[in-house]
């Protein structure tokens, strides 16, 4: 699949969501360019094969959190929490799920991809974002290795037979949602207990969002900059 080819199908999704199909770029890029316009709710979407690098599936979504910054940036964890599961519902039942903190998604030990999180420019920890963008990279497949087994760490959708990337989409739009009206209505650390259950590593999340561990924390904000799972061209391999 080149990068200017049409959507591989068309996505099914609930009423709050507007998707949007780019045919070449950084869906993470475009998501936070339409945010101010668009609004909540906006959801770009990109897959791209090219033989000459690892394939890229890519989806990223704008929210309004309507709460300061401070409390909103748990949203990443619900995210991750949501991602989690629709991978697990499209996968093998024997394969294990699992995170490494923050944001890292890990499919039976290879690093499958992550998540970013963007928040409206000039944002101050008290202040409710404009606007904020969750943004999800999958590593699709890994064609252009001679030789995948040189990278253990990392793993393909493609060579653990995901079919339809897409589907990953449609049921993480909707475990998004469901996560946030368990965090609206049962408080967040129901959702939190979900999270640390898929740690590599044991620790706990704390009321803040932050990461319990070895009687050291963690804060979001600091552990979304130490996270190393992406480079410059995307998921590590």
Known sequence: MLDNTPPPRRLVLPPPYTAHWLPKGDAFAEARKRAPEDG????????????????RFDFAVVLEPGMPL????KAVLIGMV?????VAAHCPPERDVR??????????????GGMRLAV???????EEPAWMVLG?????????????????????????DFE????ILESFAAHLMLNFDRWTHGGFASVA???????????????????IRGGQSEPIAQGLENADWRDAEGPRL
């Open 99 to 112: 995170f490494g903190w923050p944001t890292e998604l890990v499919l039976d030990a290879g690093r499958l």
């Open 70 to 73: 401070a409390e909103a940036r």
């Open 164 to 167: 339809d990337p897409a589907a």
């Open 136 to 160: 999800v990279e999958l590593i699709a497949d890994r064609n252009h290795l001679d030789q995948s087994g040189a990278y253990p760490g990392s793993v393909s959708l493609a060579e653990e």
């Open 193 to 211: 207990a979900m999270y640390a259950g898929r740690l590599n590593d044991d620790g706990a999340i704390g009321e803040a969002g932050e990461l």
């Open 120 to 126: 409206a420019p000039q944002t101050g920890e008290a």
């Open 40 to 55: 909540a709710g906006t959801l770009v979407w990109h897959h791209s094969s090219s033989g000459e690098a690892p394939g």
């Open 82 to 86: 949501a991602l989690a599961d629709a």
